[in-house]
Structures are given as structure tokens and as C-alpha cells.
């Protein structure tokens, strides 16, 4: 008996020394916040571990370490996009919301929606095509030209004027239906804008230079 007695006890501190282990949050591999950006010699920013105009979307997905979804994307006033967007990103403990915009010209795009599937229509009005395969595996080789980081957690502004300074100028769009404005943040030396709407979580939009 006393030794089914300690075998019991013996399990039960192994399990109770496991369960502890998994509480523990393990330690982040270190990785770029967004507010620490590079201005590289072309002018343009590196942010995240990307080089805008620069790194591939193989070579991002590679720094993020996560896979991205791509899609092209046009807008109601026709604009045209391909997308690739991350549902959740987590870099130095920080989570967020993340889309790369790739830099396909506008003869690519043609070409790519030519083969795509019918659009489906999105919450913000855009209709999103689904690429073919082939258009998939081009897009790795294919430069990020712009990065929107959308967190998961409120940043206030004060937090972000600490982070970034004084921007060179503030934009407020016109007052909706309901009286309240859309407010950007313009840092152009750094091709960012924090854009802050209402009952929103405000978002940082990174783009290289035209």
C-alpha cells in the first residue's frame, strides 16, 4: 500500500510540475516593434525586418514567421490591389493585424484577374478576387511596397507621439453623419501615417516611396 501510495503521490507532482511549466509564457525571440523603423539609403523605410520597395513577400513571410493569404482586391472607385493579410502576428509580444501590399504592375494585375475568380464582395464595399495558383507562386518573389499594422490592443496617442515624435502634419477628414472626423498623422520622412477613427483601434500605415 505505501508504495502504490507514493507511486500516486509521485504522479500526482509530476503532472502538478507540468501544469506549472505551461503556465509559464515562454520567452519572445527578439523582433522589431513598429515603432522602430529604419530609414535605409533609398529613402525608404524597414519596419518589422522589411525593407519597403526591397524585401519579397517570400523574404517577409520568412521575417514574420507566419504565412500570409493574398488576394487582389478592387476597390469601388476601381482601384486595384494585391493584398496579402495575416489574421494574427505576434512580434515581440506584440499582436496584431497585418497587411502587405505588393508592388504588380498594373499589366500583372490585368493578367492575374483574367484568371481569378469572381469576386466576392467585402464589409468595406471592395470586391476580392481569389488568384490562380501560378499567380500565387509569382507573388513570392514580388517587393512589399506598403505594410498596415492594425494591433490588437488600443495604442493611445500620447503613447505613439512618445514613440515617433511630433508629426510633420495632422489631417482630419470631413464630419460624418454623426459628427465625428477621421484624424492622420503624417510622418512623411518615415512613409508612415497613423490614422485614428472613431471607436477604432488607431493604425499604422507604412508605404515606399512612388
Known sequence: MRILKNLIIGLILLVGG?????LIPSPQAPADKPWEVTVMPDGNSKVLGIHLG???????????GVF????????????????AYFDSV???GLSAKLVLNLGV??????????????????PSGAHQHELAEIDRESLLTIPVTGLTYIPSVRLKPEML??????????????ADEN????????????????????????ILIYRAKP
Open 161 to 174: 507621439r512618445s514613440r515617433f515624435g511630433e508629426p510633420a502634419s495632422i489631417e482630419q477628414s470631413e
Open 90 to 92: 505576434n512580434l515581440a
Open 18 to 22: 507540468v501544469m506549472l511549466l505551461m
Open 54 to 64: 526591397h524585401t519579397d513577400y517570400k523574404t517577409a513571410q520568412q521575417q514574420l
Open 105 to 122: 504592375s498594373e499589366q500583372q494585375i490585368d493578367d492575374m484577374l483574367n484568371r481569378a475568380s469572381a469576386g466576392e464582395l467585402q
Open 68 to 83: 500570409g493569404e493574398t488576394g487582389l482586391f478592387v476597390d469601388p472607385d476601381g482601384r486595384r490591389s494585391i493584398e
Open 179 to 202: 459628427g465625428q472626423h477621421t484624424e492622420s498623422w503624417l510622418y512623411p520622412d518615415l512613409g508612415l501615417s497613423i490614422v485614428f477613427q472613431p471607436e477604432q483601434k488607431p
